[in-house]
């Protein structure tokens, strides 16, 4: 097999475009599934250690997808509140503190606000890459079966049952592509799509423009439907429990990885628009297709990773460690506005009252653990208590940040993965993390059937899985008008997306969805005035890292703040402009006007 410096693709693409791919190949420090035995030297050089750049490529799927970074995105969309400036929450979160509305990107490569925009740049590159790498070493003749002497394994899917692991490596490897395109569609303006047969220049004054965001959704599409029929080949294989976390992780059946692969393009699809406009025009006849054989189709199962010590308290997986932790992240008091009927948002003077008030069984009086609480400001649970939220007197922000920022109901849906001493006395940080749940899949579902003037009935009954089985509240029949429906969607979307990385954000960017009318005084919510969901000033997506754009000697852009929110300017992500002296020297009096943002802020 060619070493990885022989292979074209990789020796260029990779080296300007994935940077943590460059650190790869020179240090040969990737995730692999077992994080206590990382042995990178033995995953490029033979079958075993190929299979484990799979499971690293899970384990770094999820921590670009709720990893650090990402928790300025939930704050964003008014889901999850904080006034910390940890990973720049309190930064890009505040309102006319550091900027005269929201404030947009910073797409700086030294500022420590510009890592929000370059984390899930370079963790869904390290997966794509991993998985490449994998098809590529497929490609040269690899093997991943015991015997692969009579052909070429990369071809032989429908002879012999002796490439079956082959297969389901292929399989696995094509939706991990799959899953890096979706996830830079998802929050970028634009990207490179390559792949295995790709060929770059070899220098990066020659790289074609980039690719946009609508055509990186499309190779993530393609790189879906291939796996979902790759997939199919043999009728019977399970992935390795290792991949899915060590220490628990579970093995999912390849029927299972077809539903995966289809709730993942639904997802895709309709997260995807930026606004109300992109929403309306997308493809919903697609979304019910997919939904329709997604995780909540034949057998419904959760797809989980598990987290275990080596990744604990915040170590991969943040939204939900710090989103459950009840002394860190809060429930925005607009969603609390929403699911009670007795918090108010803005946050009043003195806080919202305990005990919570609400006819969702999700969350009940507000009671959490088993004991009273003084430090945390809550009552011991009891039998009207909820599943998924528990209410704090405790104001646990600094009110000079901004008393927006308070909130007295907090998220334990996951408890057991809040932070280390901060969850109940039988959590400890670890245990399954569930991505995609049936109840997500069902309302991806229900709404492709609203939009698309589809089976009314059953969007209802889709809607009800969640808003009766597991809130208890009044079924839906179908033959309510599409608005209620609606209404009805959107109310379960804020529930049941909430902690799911960047969800939030992407339905908030393209719904719209505030509190019920006579909740909000007016159109503003006492506090701002809500446009299709985001706080004016809040940028719609991110531009390409400016580190990778002073690589590939391009103009550095940015979104939000005094900028479009969504519309690259002339000399963005696609333009092959070399920057001027002029450029730099504007570069670097507005990183003087930014100094200090050098250091954290807590």
């Known amino acids: ?34 994080p206590n035995a990382p042995d990178a030297n033995r995953a490029f050089g033979d079958p075993a250690g190929l299979q484990q750049l799979l499971g690293g490529a899970f384990r770094t799927w999820v921590e670009a997808r709720d990893g650090y970074y990402v928790m300025p995105l939930t704050t964003q969309a008014n889901n999850y509140t904080a006034s910390w400036n940890n990973a720049s929450i309190r930064f890009y979160s505040s309102v006319g503190a550091d900027c005269a509305s929201r404030c947009g990107w910073t797409n700086s490569p030294t500022a420590t606000a510009g890592l929000v925009i370059e984390s899930q740049w370079y963790g869904y590159y390290t997966v794509w890459f991993a998985a490449t790498h994998v098809l590529q070493a497929m490609k040269d003749g690899i093997c991943f079966d015991a015997d692969c002497t009579a052909t070429n394994a990369w071809k032989r899917e429908t002879v012999g049952s002796d490439s079956t692991v082959t297969v389901r490596n292929k399989t696995i490897a094509q939706m991990l592509q799959g899953m ?12 490179f799509v390559a792949d295995e047969n790709t060929v770059f220049p070899a220098s990066p004054a020659d790289y074609p423009p980039f690719n946009s965001r609508t055509e990186v959704r499309a190779a993530a599409l393609q790189k879906f439907e291939a796996a979902y029929v790759t997939a199919a080949v043999y009728p019977t294989w399970k992935t390795e429990k290792e991949w899915m976390g060590v220490d628990g992780g579970v093995a999912y059946t390849n029927v299972q990885i077809r539903q995966l692969i289809r709730t993942m393009e639904a997802e895709l699809i309709a997260m995807w628009p930026r606004n109300s406009t992109e929403n309306a025009a997308a493809d919903w006849a697609s979304v019910v297709t997919y939904a329709s054989q997604g995780v909540s189709s034949g057998t419904p199962f959760e797809w989980v990773f598990n987290i275990d010590i080596s990744a604990r308290d915040a170590g991969i997986e943040y939204v939900k460690s710090w989103g459950n932790s009840i002394l860190t992240m809060r429930v925005d ?19 919202n009252p305990c005990p919570t008030t609400s006819p969702d069984l999700r969350v009940g009086d507000g009671g959490y653990g088993t004991d009273d609480n003084p430090d945390f400001g809550t009552v011991a649970a009891d039998a009207g208590s909820g599943t998924d939220y528990a209410c704090s007197t405790a104001a646990i922000f600094p009110a000079a940040r901004g008393q927006y920022h308070q909130s007295n109901l907090q998220h334990i849906r996951w408890h057991w993965l809040a932070g280390v001493g901060e969850g109940l006395p ?25 939009r698309s003037g589809g089976n ?21 029949t179908g033959s309510e008008a599409d608005t209620v429906l609606i209404d009805a969607l959107k109310y379960e979307q804020e529930i049941e997306f909430m902690g799911q990385g960047a969800t939030a954000f992407f339905n908030r960017r393209r719904s719209g969805y505030n509190a019920p009318a006579g909740t909000c005084p007016g159109t503003s919510c006492g506090r701002f005035p809500y446009v299709e969901g985001l706080i004016p000033g809040t940028p719609r997506q991110m531009p390409v890292p400016a580190k990778e754009l002073s690589l590939l000697l391009r103009s550095s852009y940015t979104f939000g703040g005094s900028k479009p929110d969504m519309v690259a300017p ?29 250091g954290q802020r807590f």
């Not at 097999?1 to 990737?30: K, W």
């Not at 395109?181 to 634009?190: C, E, M, P, T, W």
């Not at 333009?575 to 943002?597: C, G, K, M, N, Y």
Request: glycine residues 10%.
């Open 180 to 191: 890096a395109f979706a996830g830079l569609s998802l929050i970028y303006d634009s990207a």
């Open 456 to 476: 009314k009935v059953l969007a209802a009954s889709k809607i009800n899985n969640s808003r009766v089985t597991r809130g208890g509240l009044p079924a839906l």
């Open 570 to 598: 002339v000399g963005g992500g696609g333009d092959t402009r070399r920057p001027t002296v002029v450029d730099r020297w504007h570069e670097i009096q507005a990183a003087r006007s930014r100094a200090f943002l050098g």
């Open 333 to 351: 008091t607009r969603v609390a506005a929403l699911i009670t009927t007795n918090h108010v948002d803005p946050w009043p003077s003195g806080g």
């Open 1 to 34: 097999m060619n070493s990885l410096r022989e292979v074209p693709m990789l020796r260029s693409f990779t080296r300007r475009v994935a940077l943590v791919a460059v650190v790869v190949a020179a240090a040969c420090n990737l995730d692999v599934s077992n």
């Open 426 to 450: 039988a959590d400890n940080g670890t245990g399954p993390d569930p991505f995609y749940t049936p109840e997500m899949n069902d309302l991806l579902w229900a709404e492709g059937e609203i």
